[in-house]
């Protein structure tokens, strides 16, 4: 059967931007662009000014009539239910029908789901976790995310939540405070915000010379740690080392749960390369259960990073339905992409 | 089409004694005795007992000729590869290639998995678990194991070893040392053997009164501790307290994975009924990300104790294939049992 829609628009949600593109079977970006999230105060004018834009993307490359569907990765979104059911960093109220509202303007099937699961999709659709039926996406961003694929299949829980492994405890007593209302969060030490906070505490409480104290504290970023660390500077790089051991003592524990064959890193601070996957792979392997040990692999996430979460989102748009059955039950994760 | 072969074999093989019995598709066990697995030094004459005495429970109910297949739960058994893979509490050199073993002997297929995996499909098939899709299975015994279920099928992961909850890390500093070689596993606090150490504990830090004082302190079992709790005391009750509370703290973090919609809690320490289950079910609700709270039960096994090993381990029984297709991929963990 000749598919006689070959696009799909894949929507990457952030906080702050909306980054959309119209996508091929192949995986290849055609065009893309942005809005601000936030500029406007209720959702339907934010889907209004969505579609005006994308629908100038799709007249830009001759597209119309030609989207088979809209993949969106958005904040705390349900796959089950099309729903964005709670969005902290949204100005929106929730829960908000968004594959509901996004279908009815563009007259096509969505596919919603959070922003790490895209990512998974789209890492096992065009990128590291090609060929690989078990593994687990962790995003290193402003927080901790995960995709969780099992057997092929991602994994959406009872309730479309499951992989929220930025907020496994990873300490217990006097843990960091975290966005979510608790404490010891893994996401409080291993995300971008977790490195700088990491570099606060280690100003104030060792006495050390660091290049970090030239700059104002508050203002220390994951991006500061990383460039002091690849000058040299000593406390730079213990403050990867330790994110990368309390990040690899945790990818210990994930391995127990699911025993996959990969863990694929993704998201700003995968940037950091080797500073921050060696201590995470030597501390994995060193707080493995002995039937698991050497047989994981951690791997760095293959997708373009300006291109990634869009091409994410749209590998999800390939399984859009028709908005009446987006309650069904998950079918396989892979979406069944046309092949060129 | 009439299923001409209407029982299954299910065998429960512990490390002191090994159960086995004859089931039907209702799950009823017909039949079952036992054999002492530590008697025999090497594993062809253990597995000619386990033949011999299986023959005469075959034909003590008249079945020669009648058994489908047969299913086995074993520690470190791996059902891809039919192996038991690492037996610390066997008497035999690992790998044994188990599967292989027994279905030369018997002349039928033989599917084997831990026994913690056996239990929850037996869960899935006969018992709390019947109708849900998603759940996790916690078997509180010797150690802790753990048998999960996502979107209708066992997770085996990518080696077979998927599911050892038990060594998670639940104490990342200081921990108790583990039989695994480790410090700080769930099981070294959470199982029947934890509660015993727990006791121990408390006796020698605590100063305060306890019943538990008259017993030698390095014979007390979880036993001596749950009829000191029932007789009121309060060393014993904060004993369980404890217990609960830190595996319902690591039932919050495993919500976080793979959003099951329920606990089932199964084995000797399960037992204890509410004494254990009310700080699980308070620790988890405390200790969950907000998205989870409220939607996830925690379920006692009803399974009946007595057959509830070798019920689990036959469920897997209708599932065996010929021995030369023991290293396919799984197919779905329900089995495909005649229903009458």
Redesign the interface.
Same mark, same amino acid.
């Given at each position: 059967m000749v598919n006689t829609k070959p696009y799909v628009i894949g929507i990457d949600m952030g906080g702050t931007n909306t980054v959309f593109g119209i996508v091929d079977a192949r995986g290849v970006v055609l065009t893309s662009d942005s809005i601000k999230t936030r500029k406007h105060n209720n959702i339907e004018d934010y889907i209004d000014e969505l579609y005006t834009e994308c629908m100038r993307l799709i007249r830009s490359i001759d597209a119309e009539g030609k989207i088979y569907g809209i993949g969106v990765g958005a904040p705390?979104a349900n796959y089950f239910t099309g729903m964005i059911?709670?969005g902290v960093n949204l100005p929106w109220p929730t829960p908000i029908p968004f594959a509901q509202l996004l279908s009815e303007k563009f007259g096509i099937p969505v596919a919603i789901t959070n922003d790490a699961n895209a990512a998974a999709i789209g890492e096992m659709t065009y990128g590291a976790a090609r060929g690989l039926?078990?593994f687990i996406m962790i995003t290193l961003g402003t927080g901790v995310g995960s995709g969780?694929v099992?057997?092929g299949?991602l994994?959406?829980?009872? @309730?479309?939540? !499951?992989?929220?492994?930025g907020?496994?405890?990873?300490?217990?007593n006097n843990g960091r405070l975290c966005g979510?209302?608790?404490a010891g969060c893994l996401e409080t030490y291993c995300s971008a915000t977790g490195v700088a906070r990491s570099a606060r505490e280690f100003l104030e409480v060792r006495s050390e010379p660091s290049t970090l104290r030239d700059l104002p504290i508050d203002a220390i970023t994951s991006k500061d740690v990383y460039d002091a660390a690849m000058a040299g500077d000593k406390m730079a790089k213990d403050i990867f080392e330790y994110t990368g051991t309390i990040l690899g003592?945790a990818l210990? @524990?994930?391995t !127990?749960?699911?025993?996959?064959?990969a863990f694929v890193i993704f998201g700003g601070l995968a940037k950091s390369g080797e500073l921050l996957m060696r201590p995470i792979r030597t501390a994995m392997e060193k707080?493995m259960?002995?039937?698991?040990k050497g047989?994981v692999k951690v791997l760095l996430s293959e997708l373009k990073e300006a291109d990634a979460a869009v091409l994410g989102a749209s590998a999800l748009g390939w399984e859009a339905k028709a908005p009446a059955v987006q309650q069904v039950?998950?079918s396989t994760a892979a979406p069944a992409a046309p092949q060129a």
């Open positions: 705390n059911e709670d039926k078990d969780i099992i057997n299949q994994v959406y829980g009872h @309730d479309g939540f !499951a992989g929220e492994l907020h496994v405890i990873v300490k217990r979510c209302g608790r003592e210990a @524990d994930f !127990a749960f699911s025993s996959p064959e707080n259960l002995s039937i698991y047989k039950a998950p």
